[in-house]
């Protein structure tokens, strides 16, 4: 990355330094749930670990007081962008009654949050995208200013979800944001087994919608594609769709085994490319982020997460009467 690029889009050093410390707090999240996982603290995890640049960049080019966000079930990085905390999701990860998501009732990765316009995903992949188009259109019913922003994998844009909410938005021109993030595997199905064109992004023509790929290893990048969506919606000229290529450097969840559809030699050589360090990289090319800074970091990161998962191990699971709240109507 050239030195100063984040100026020229508008960014200032604060900024930067912010979307750097967002994307190590998702991953240090992560990396703090796969040892909570392993110690049999915690039933499940579903990783960010790979994506976390294409998740900052695109969320810190959204207007976090205005603009819905329908997230996929990696999007970690998404969601701490719009407000969730580090203790939020330590609550979901351990199932407990203060779980903002679903006060324990979800697993992992089902993020929803009113407050801060997190919109409640689903486990069948892909149902968030009609989602979006349909509050898109409710805002445009409205008169409301707002644009909806969602998530999905490379595998998901193969769903009928997909085909149909992006030729809807399109039709009817609405304020929507398709944000394909391809990290190269559906599970355990390469992406030349996924798809007969070359680019997810290469479908938005038959939408009648922009589409682009960017490096998803590079949140300017990102952000420069979505600020640029973005402004295309508020503008009313339709939706975009946009594809971030990085790498999934996890398994697919910590119930899957990657041994066995793909090499650790592949897996090795994808982790040169990790944003952790190379937009380290960047920000100390640019006087940014100094050792000293970085090991401020390091220190704040590691209190948030311990004390994040203190308090989700010792608060209290949701009564077993609550069970059927929120399934029927109620009196």
């Not at 979901?92 to 903002?100: I, N």
């Not at 994808?270 to 006087?287: P, V």
């Amino acid at each position: 990355m050239t030195e100063n690029r984040h100026r020229a889009l508008g960014l200032s050093d604060e900024t930067v330094l912010e979307m750097y410390k967002t994307m190590l707090l998702a991953r240090k999240i992560d990396e703090r749930m796969w040892l909570l996982n392993r110690a049999g603290k915690i039933p499940f995890v579903i990783s960010c670990q790979g994506q976390e640049a294409a998740q900052v960049g695109a969320a810190f080019a959204l207007d976090k007081s205005k603009d819905y966000i329908l997230p996929y079930y990696r999007d970690m990085g998404v969601v701490l962008t719009f407000g969730m905390t580090a203790r939020d999701l330590m609550l979901s990860g351990f199932a407990k009654a203060e779980d903002p998501n679903s006060g324990g009732r979800q697993m992992p990765g089902h993020f929803g949050q009113k407050k801060n316009r997190i919109v409640t995903g689903s486990s069948p992949v892909t149902t968030q995208v009609p989602h979006a188009v349909g509050i898109a259109l409710g805002g445009r019913m409205e008169g409301k200013d707002f644009v909806t922003f969602t998530t999905f994998g490379e595998g998901s844009s193969n769903q009928g979800d997909f085909h149909e909410g992006a030729n809807f938005a399109g039709v009817h021109k609405l304020p929507v944001i398709f944000m394909c993030e391809n990290n190269k595997y559906a599970i355990s199905v390469p992406i030349e087994k996924q798809l007969a064109c070359k680019n997810v992004s290469d479908r938005a023509i038959g939408y009648g919608m922009p589409g682009v790929t960017v490096d998803g290893n590079d949140p300017l990048a990102v952000y420069e594609a979505v600020k640029a969506a973005a402004d295309r919606a508020r503008n009313g000229e339709g939706p975009s769709l946009i594809e971030t290529v990085s790498y999934r450097l996890t398994p697919h969840s910590s119930d899957d085994d990657d041994r066995a559809y793909r090499s650790r030699e592949e897996v090795e050589e994808a982790k040169k490319l990790d944003a952790i360090f190379t937009f380290a990289d960047y920000l100390k090319g640019s006087g940014i982020l100094t050792d000293d800074i970085s090991s401020r970091i390091e220190k704040e990161m590691a209190d948030i997460i311990d004390e994040a998962t203190d308090y989700a191990e010792q608060a209290p699971y949701a009564d077993p009467e609550s069970a059927m709240l929120y399934t029927y109507a109620e009196e």
